[in-house]
């Protein structure tokens, strides 16, 4: 079973500019949750969906960054202006089921650096 | 508002030894507890979890964790640590409605030393 994947790994840019991370979960799994993880820190949620719907977007800072999850599958998450304080490890992860005994499978992750 | 506490920031054992990585919790209502495994540049791996039942989870690699209501702790244990087991743990707690929103610790780092 193919895992969840993530593009890009890395990318460095420059403070202000834009930047998106695109995400593949496995399939069949109905939850898509994208986490910021900053060095030292464990994963903090920003937005969770179920199918194309949000759930969850309460520590999402909506002035800069947007997700979508068109058709329910893929999702992108978006940041525009970037600072620097969003440099960090972006984590995509799924579950079958948004419940909360459902386990979460987490891909490689985005590697992000803003200058 | 539900936390995770990872008290230990790194841990060390010897190979062979056994190993604990501490984590307590707050939530309002039961818990439902987590353990991930992070390498380096790779995303999270589930361990164990704990839902309902028996205290005491078996998980993967021969890792499990114990479930403490009284002291709303879920400790990591490991009889024999490897080497290979070196890597940062992370413990977390997920909401028990619907939505199941994940909270995390902080991680701690466990190197095993041969």
């Known amino acids: 079973e193919a895992g969840v994947a993530q593009s890009p790994r890395y990318k460095i840019i420059e403070k202000r500019q834009s930047v998106a991370f695109w995400c593949n979960p496995i399939s069949g799994h109905a939850t898509l949750y994208w986490y910021q993880q900053i060095l030292g820190q464990g994963p903090k949620l920003l937005i969770q969906?179920?199918?194309?719907?949000?759930?969850?977007d309460s520590q999402l800072p909506k002035d800069r960054f947007s997700a979508e999850r068109l058709k329910g599958v893929d999702s992108t998450l978006k940041i525009q202006p970037a600072k620097l304080e969003d440099s960090a490890v972006y984590l995509c992860a799924s579950s079958l089921i948004q419940t909360g005994t459902d386990t979460q499978y987490f891909g490689p992750g985005t590697r992000l650096t803003v200058l | 508002a539900q936390s995770v506490a990872q008290p230990e920031d790194q841990v060390n054992v010897a190979e062979g030894n056994p190993l604990t990585v501490k984590c307590t919790y707050s939530v309002s209502g039961n818990p439902y507890l987590f353990w991930y495994v992070q390498y380096p540049n790779r995303g999270l791996q589930f361990l164990l979890k704990?839902?309902?039942?028996?205290?005491l989870v078996k998980g993967s690699y021969g890792f499990e964790a114990e479930f403490n209501k009284s002291q709303t702790s879920f400790h990591l244990k490991k009889p024999s640590a490897l080497v290979s087991d070196s890597a940062l743990y992370f413990c977390?707690?997920?909401?028990?409605?619907?939505?199941?929103?994940?909270?995390f610790g902080d991680g701690t780092t466990l190197t095993v030393k041969p």
């Open positions: 969906f179920q199918n194309n719907g949000v759930v969850d």
């Open positions: 704990y839902i309902t039942g028996d205290n």
């Open positions: 977390a707690v997920r909401d028990t409605t619907n939505a199941g929103k994940s909270t």
